[in-house]
């Protein structure tokens, strides 16, 4: 998404954290800056003192023009403290065009900040005023105390008209068909600390789609559902994840590996038993070495099988855990009992300062076609973009993508934190 947009940040602290010894040494340090730098100079705005509504001892604070400042001093932020950053906006999407949206997030410790994770939710209710879509998507994952558990959602409701193009990977954009219905999405994994970065964990699906019509004059959905008006897919979930990543809004020299096994059942209100796996790594290279610099790579395997899952069930460009597959390509674009996606990405950075950056990247993806699983085509994808310094104390960047396909499809990409 291209976001053209006054952007406002609240914060949870109003402490600056002080330089660290070995940046005091280095010579060739040079003091980071983000959006609240460049919006305090440009509008000579300074931190303002809590505001009175709010009692001294209240574990949240609110300044205006501010962002949540993440203290390397593990004392300036208590654990339970809130901080709220949002962004509101109007930009254009390859998905929902012109777009109205409120990203927010909110941010805090479990636990003291030397020995556990950051834990943080994402609320980004969206309207389209091309689409009459709306979205409210809330994801969050909340670490406990030591990091030993981690709490992961993906709570989603969607009143989502758009289009959908077919099973398998010959489909073509001018088969567009659209489609409208509601989506509800409760995802909820528990993981358990193991050894060092590796969890294992369990957990409960939910898929829910309902008030179904498909209004343009292909019969994709209809043809494959039996002229169903609503589908449900309800199971439960294992996983075994390693976790190497320190930062998970802008990773350094990490790797992230996951399966995750997930089981649909009847029993449980699902239309049909049926299975499906996500296989997904990630690896992060500093390049050069001594830079911030990163070359990142990115693999994702999804399969459902074991029955007929429903169709918007199926793997499908755009529909993984943070909707980011397929830069350049339409969500829903590919859409098939299998997927396999390659993306790799350079970021560097355009100032020393670390206040702007750059992105190019490339991907390639490939559905099975339905009845022999084959995978016969692969679309590729390629791109760049800009970061933006939201936040310099927890890395966090605003990035903004422009995407391109061989099939003539393109468009902006929007993401608070990288895309992967």
Known sequence: ???????????????????????????????????????????????????????????????????????????????????????????????????????????????????????????????????????LPAVF??????????????????????????????????????????????????????????????????DYHWGIKEEGNESYFQDYNNNAKRTVSSGLSVDMIYDGRKNINNPENAFYGGVTYRSNFTFLGSDQNWQSLYIEFKKYINLPGNSHNVLAFWNLNWFAFGGKPPYFDLPSTGWDSYSNTGRGYIQGRLRGPGMIYLETEYRYRITKNGLLGGVVFANAESVSDFGNNKFQTVLPGYGFGIRIKANKKSNVNLAIDYGLAIDGSGGFAFNVSEVF
């Open 141 to 206: 994952n909340i670490w406990s105390p030591r990091n030993k558990l981690n709490f992961v959602g993906d709570w989603r409701y969607y009143i989502y008209p758009t289009y959908t193009y077919g099973l398998g990977g010959n489909s073509k954009t001018s088969n567009a068909d659209l489609i409208d219905y509601n989506y509800g999405r409760i995802y909820q994994q528990v993981s358990k600390n193991i050894t060092s970065h590796l969890y294992a964990g369990a957990g409960y699906n939910l």
């Open 1 to 135: 998404m291209f976001i053209a947009a006054t952007l406002l940040f609240v914060d949870a602290s109003a402490q600056t954290a002080k330089t660290t010894d070995h940046q005091a040494n280095d010579s060739n340090y040079v003091e980071q800056k983000d959006i609240r730098d460049f919006a305090k100079k440009l509008f000579a705005t300074h931190h303002g003192p809590t505001l009175p509504s709010l009692q001294p001892d209240s574990t949240i604070e609110i300044n205006p023009l501010t962002h949540p400042v993440l203290e390397q001093d593990s004392t300036k932020i208590k654990s339970g403290k809130l901080l709220f950053a949002a962004i509101p906006a109007i930009g254009i999407t390859i998905q929902t065009g012109v777009t109205a949206i409120l990203a927010t997030n909110i941010s805090f410790y479990t636990g003291k900040m030397s020995n556990t994770n950051i834990s943080s939710i994402a609320l980004n209710p969206a309207v389209s005023l091309d689409h009459n879509q709306f979205l």
